[in-house]
């Protein structure tokens, strides 16, 4: 079957073909194998619905990959510039994690097979080791509660969360309790969000990246100054100020304190503008009827003036902290 299920990946045409033999073929062979009454095996799954499942694996491998990248590079961000969130500084989880019951509905019953479960966050990536002798978390624990408390929330939202804390979690199906040290830092995730269009959010408690997004930008400083950029609209109270993010002057600012976030980060924001603008000229070909952001011009001077800034108080041994408005 399995050979069979990849022949169909190739060409509708012959997809369609094979499926329907393959389909005569399933009933054919079911017929022979089963007892009538007896069977309580589930039915085999029709070579349609086999190469669904394929491509749902797919999306989910997608979906996870993405979250990882999203999440290692926002956690840097977070950790590195505790200094530039005062008053905003909670402890941070130092992994990639999905709230099980958020992920996109299509995904549902695969990642309920992967996961063994419909609920609880599941650990897709530790990004730091256990200290020796301790046990850390690993990829595919489900963790059911943080605090002694149940919880299917984004840890980082929960800003009760002491350190060190107590996990519960199943691994491998088996409960286990650990004790972690968390790291602080800025007290916004970052979530993958299901959206067909390049853009980012903040929302005063996350910030959010597009499907899209993720896609379209595969540079991981340019990505980086982007969550910068939504951290700090989140940071200076932006979404709170007003309904909707919006002015020449936030958003300036916002340019401003990311890219400090981002070099905190360790990422090496470019001299030139250009890698920026790529992304300036995506938003304007969705926000033609949003010219809140300040003109590409404008943008660019001051973009250069803040990394002309930055490396200035390097070579000074200054510390790396945005400018008072
Ligand atoms: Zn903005």
Redesign the pocket.
Known sequence: MAVLATELSRGSRGRIAVAATLLLFGVVASGCVQQPGVDETPRPLTPSALEARRLTEMSLDLWEARTVRLQRISQRLRVAGRDVCVGAVAPVLRAAVQDISALPDALGDVARDRYGTDEGLVVLESFEAAPEGTDGLRSGDIIVALGGRATDAIPDLNRSLGSPVRIDLRRGGEPLTIEMDLAQGCRFPALLMRQDYVNAFADGEATRATTALMREFKDDTLLAMIIG?EMA?NLLGDVRARKG?SGPRR?SR?DHVGIYLAVLGGFEVPESFDLYIQLQSDLDLIEKRNRS?PATVTRAARYRKTVQQIQEKREAGEPLLPEPE
Do not use: F, G, L
Request: hydrophobic content about 35%; charged content about 15%; cysteine-free.
């Open positions: 950029h609209h993010i958003e916002a952001h």
